[in-house]
């Protein structure tokens, strides 16, 4: 999935939730701060949908216990969504909660569920708005030394010696594919009628992904990644090396810097009130 699914701690859990919903796009915190009609109270999470019209509000309790989480919790979790007028609520757990727990949720605006369970929540969302973007704008810098066509590589090429231009070809020749292939990750942000392409797609197997990256483009990630959040910085750091390595032929970056295309930083998309 996207992060370990069995945090070591409570803190760990916040703040793996907490970063899933900095990553699709919403304002989060952890250990808010929050006034009620009896006074201030402490949630474990708090993320506002701030591209929303009605500004969304979801309170999330974090319990990293060994048990199922017991229906006197939901109980008290009820209060706090009924006197701080959050819109959703969610109970993010290690072992879910018990039937009765369950039942209690029933036609209510709380949801119960693993940590595994709100990562595949939101996992196509997190796809879409982070793991792409971010590998498109990585690969957008590399994918200049290798297009088709560019004026600029082409006029730093012919000032190159002999031996440096034979370096350049080589490192063409081994990473084009890969670049270019990378590059196609923003395609999300692009014209629709090039939405249609497989590449977007959200690839819920990590080891099928992995293999097919392997197979089609000869890219191989080590045994330590686990996660996609693993993966989308294997990737990103295999793009900087390339870049890295062209740069060094040419003493150093040919390129203006360039502006995130999508505009997705290492948190996560834009939270501005006034998007639209």
Known sequence: MIDDPLPDDWRELQAGVQRI???????????????????????DALAIDTRSVDKIKYIVECKNWSNS??????????????????????????QGLQQGAIQYTKNTNITGMTYLEFQERYFEAWWKRYFCPRI??????????VE????????????LTPEKQG???????????????????????MPKLFKKSDILIPQKNLDEFKSKLSTLLGFTVNTDCRTFRDLLEAII????????????????????????????TFDGPPVDEDIY
């Open 21 to 43: 919903f900095r990553n699709v796009g919403m304002k989060a915190d952890v250990e808010v701060d929050l006034q009620t009609p009896r006074g201030t109270i402490n949630v």
């Open 69 to 94: 989480i017991p229906q006197s919790v939901v109980h008290s979790f009820t209060t706090v969504m009924h006197e701080t007028g959050a819109n959703i609520g969610f109970i993010v757990t290690k």
């Open 136 to 145: 498109g704008d990585a690969a957008d810098e590399p994918f200049q030394y």
């Open 237 to 264: 750091n295999y793009l900087l090396e390339v870049k890295g390595k062209f740069d060094a032929i040419f003493g150093g970056s040919i390129f203006e810097p360039k502006h995130s295309f999508s505009g997705v």
């Open 167 to 189: 370096c350049f070809d080589r490192l063409k020749k081994d990473t084009e594919i890969i670049a270019t292939f990378f590059t196609m990750f923003n395609i999300g942000i």
């Open 148 to 159: 088709p066509f560019n004026s600029q590589r082409d006029r730093e090429y012919d000032r």
